[in-house]
């Protein structure tokens, strides 16, 4: 067992052992939390979890050393939200070489990161036991892919998922930062609800495509971020026209302008269109993200601008 397996426990049981097991599936493993609990082991369990929900809603506490936490969600999955955290995340930092950027990825069952951003790596342990971000193109990372097979899924109950989001959000040395793009998962349950309780979030950014099915569940993910009081900083509308590479002609292949009649609606800003370009999905298919590799290209261009919009709408710093 590694040291950070060592370090990264849930409830008593490692990542890979003592209650978990790989089990061979169709030639992949599968990760299985496995233990069997007795009788009085159950009843003990109901009874924590009956603690736990009688303290109501948890402390904010920020995360030491990260000034500003930027969350990028959306409510449906495959609108482009990690490529959009990615890319984001490289903007803030070409935008302004002076800023420490982070990029942390809390969507366990999918993580993306790791290949987006070409990571690869058991993260190390620093002095105070806490575990090292992988570093690339100046951006430090960490994502539950780090810490697992590449080809492994997780299949983990809510109360797993819970602690490793909580080891992920404390249990990390990130130095000094100025902003920290966290990568949350589709949807508004519990992954959402324990970021946002949890530690201080200086605005959150919804990605959708201009889609209704999509757009459904980004006005639903932008309420969500209302309830629980985080500032929703606007929405991107990703993969927003389609431009024939010969003949030039667009199409609006998952309708116009959605993203933006949904923006007027809630009466939020839209900070960015983002088009359905070939170069975008190459780029983030081979851990080169478009604001890295092609910095001079349109869709590249399209990034900065709406780092520059974040930016403009952040609430200013804590001392």
């Not at 109950?157 to 040395?173: F, H, N, P, T």
């Not at 949890?198 to 639903?220: E, Y």
């Not at 990703?238 to 003949?247: E, I, L």
Request: hydrophobic residues 40%.
């Amino acid at each position: 067992m590694g040291s950070w397996q060592r370090l990264l426990r849930f409830g008593g049981a490692s990542l890979r052992g003592y209650g978990g097991a790989c089990v061979p599936l169709g030639g992949s493993r599968v990760l299985v939390w496995g233990r069997q609990f007795s009788g009085a082991e159950s009843e003990t369990l109901k009874q924590r979890r009956t603690q736990i929900m009688s303290r109501g809603l948890p402390k904010q506490k920020p995360i030491d050393g990260v000034k500003q936490v930027i969350v990028v969600a959306s409510g449906k999955g495959g609108v482009g939200k990690s490529t959009t955290a990615v890319n984001l995340a490289l903007a803030l930092s070409a935008n302004d070489s002076s800023k420490a950027v982070g990029l942390l990825d809390v969507d366990v069952y999918g993580p993306s990161i790791p290949k987006m951003m070409n990571l690869k790596g058991d993260p190390e342990l620093s002095q105070s036991n806490l575990l090292r971000p992988l570093l690339n193109y100046g951006i430090a990372c960490m994502s539950m892919g780090f810490l697992i097979e590449e080809t492994a899924p997780i299949v983990w109950r809510g109360l797993m998922v819970m602690s490793a989001i909580e080891k992920l959000l404390r249990q990390v040395d990130w130095g000094q930062l100025d902003y920290l793009v966290v990568d949350m998962p589709p949807g508004t349950g519990d992954v959402q609800l324990s970021v946002s309780q949890n530690i201080p979030i200086s605005g959150a950014v919804i990605v959708s495509t201009p889609q209704d099915i999509a757009l459904m569940d980004a006005h639903k993910g932008a309420e969500m971020f209302r309830k629980v009081h985080v500032p929703v900083l606007g929405l991107v509308q990703n993969m927003s026209v389609f431009q024939c590479p010969k003949c030039k002609h667009k199409t609006h292949i998952f309708g116009a302008d959605g993203a933006r009649r949904l923006a007027r609606t809630l009466d939020l800003d839209i900070l960015g269109d983002i088009p359905l370009h070939l170069n975008i999905r190459e780029a983030s298919d081979t851990g080169q993200p478009i604001v890295f590799s092609q910095p001079e290209s349109d869709e590249a261009k399209a990034y900065l601008r709406i780092a520059t919009e974040v930016v403009r709408r952040l609430p200013p710093p804590p001392e």
